[in-house]
């Protein structure tokens, strides 16, 4: 009898009488007409709730509306029976009553169900429900078919959170987090912004304030020698993104989520590698030659502006483990954005990328604390040209003597452009003379 009513009272959209499309056992889901949902609802209103308890309705954090519960198996069913029923789900406003209204909106669910189990059955219902800014409350109808057929059914209700909330949510954290780093940033390093705002000063183009720029990511990674860092700049993406959606998902689920075992690992590798880089991480002159320099006005005193590409490069170099290290790194931020929102407690990074970020975070390291050959040739350089201003300082009179200085000074600038850029001032070390470096030391300062 109430498949009769059933049949009858299925209406397809052009509203024509059907009969309900049938589904193989092996199919696993209810197959309706589109438009069943309304046929849907009244079967709800006509007939008695009968024998499925639904139990644990959440959200999921998916975009559309994805909802989670768990049916457990009516008494009085054999089991094999059980394994055949298959599910179907309308969802509509909640009211002061269970049923829906006659002139309830009705929202048919599309259910992806596993094969039900001889106790509890965890199945999710996927909606397109309307979407504002506050949470609403959903009364669900989770409906047993058998062949196809609705048989029994069970009621809950859920609150369903706003998905543009959600992201604004996951994006405001984050503009709340970096606005307050850029404004630590600001203050920590106001003398270098101040120097840099001067500069730009003379450009014909607006300069920019110092605040933002204080919001570029290579002001706020930078290292104490005012070079943009690669290990604080990871350190920074990954913990924005994890910020962003775990924000993201706490507003989209109302729970706060574990974090899965493979982000905490990425972390973890990230934070490793810039504490060891700060560890490893030293001068490229020697401390002798770097005074000497500073002291002959060779190289300018003023704190260094850090630049994108001290990212990818280190002493006039292109590193190329850097190159990979921010490669994999974007990667893994955008997939920890793109599928992590989805599934924060359960997202995976296949092994080999965190394998390879882990190697690439050894292999800079190792290249912070070995000399490069750039380094190596500077320090080599400015040490022949400190010996020869010793000679020539002791043999004033000697031809010799000053030959070995000018060409020692002429085969430095190269190295001095490579590594500095532009804090060489190559005009200062063309008008260098012996003895400029004591003759300025002992001149007071202004």
Known sequence: MLRGMLALLLLLTSGEI?????????????????????ALAEWVRSN??????????????????????????????????????????????????????????????????????????PIRAEFTLPDGYAPTAWQVAIIGCRDGTPERFGLTEVTVSSYSLSVAAGLGSVILLYVLIAFTARGVHARQLELVAQEAASDERRPKPALLRAFSPVIICQDAFGAASLSRFQVLLFTLAVVGVYAYVLVRTGQLSA??????????????????????????????????LL?????????RRPRWQDLLSAEGEIDVTRVQAL??????????????????????????LNAL??????????????????????????????????????????????????????????????????????????????????????????
């Open 327 to 352: 490669a994999f790194s974007a990667f893994a931020a955008i997939a920890l954005v793109w599928y992590g929102a989805t599934d924060l407690e359960q997202f995976r990074i296949p092994p080999q």
């Open 295 to 303: 002291a002959t006005g060779v190289l300018d005193n003023r704190p």
């Open 18 to 38: 059907a009969l309900a499309q049938r589904a193989s056992p092996a199919e696993g889901a209810c197959f309706l007409p589109q438009g069943a949902e309304k």
């Open 357 to 446: 970020i882990g190697i690439s975070q050894i292999v800079y390291v190792a290249g912070k604390a070995l000399p490069r050959e750039a380094a190596k040739r500077l320090n080599e350089e400015v040490r022949l040209l400190r010996e020869a201003e010793r000679d020539t300082l002791a043999k004033p009179e000697d031809p010799a003597a000053r030959l070995g200085f000018d060409r020692a000074r002429t085969a430095l600038q190269t190295s001095l452009y490579d590594v500095f850029g532009e804090r060489f001032r190559p005009e200062r070390l063309r008008s260098l003379t012996p003895g400029q470096a004591s003759i300025a030391a002992a001149v007071p300062a202004a």
């Open 48 to 121: 008695p709730m009968d024998g499925l308890i639904v139990l644990s309705p959440k959200q999921t954090s998916h975009a559309r509306a994805t909802l989670s519960f768990e049916i457990r198996k009516p008494d009085g069913i054999e089991e094999e029976e059980w394994r055949r029923t298959s599910f179907a789900a309308i969802a509509y406003r909640a009211a002061m009553r269970q049923r829906p209204p006659d002139d309830a909106r009705v929202f048919l669910g599309y259910v992806m169900p596993p094969s039900p189990g001889a106790d509890v059955t």
């Open 259 to 292: 974090l899965s075992e493979d982000v905490l690992v990425l972390l973890g590798i990230t934070l490793t590698g810039s504490t060891l880089a700060n560890v490893a991480d030293s001068q490229v002159l020697s401390a002798p030659n770097r005074l000497w």
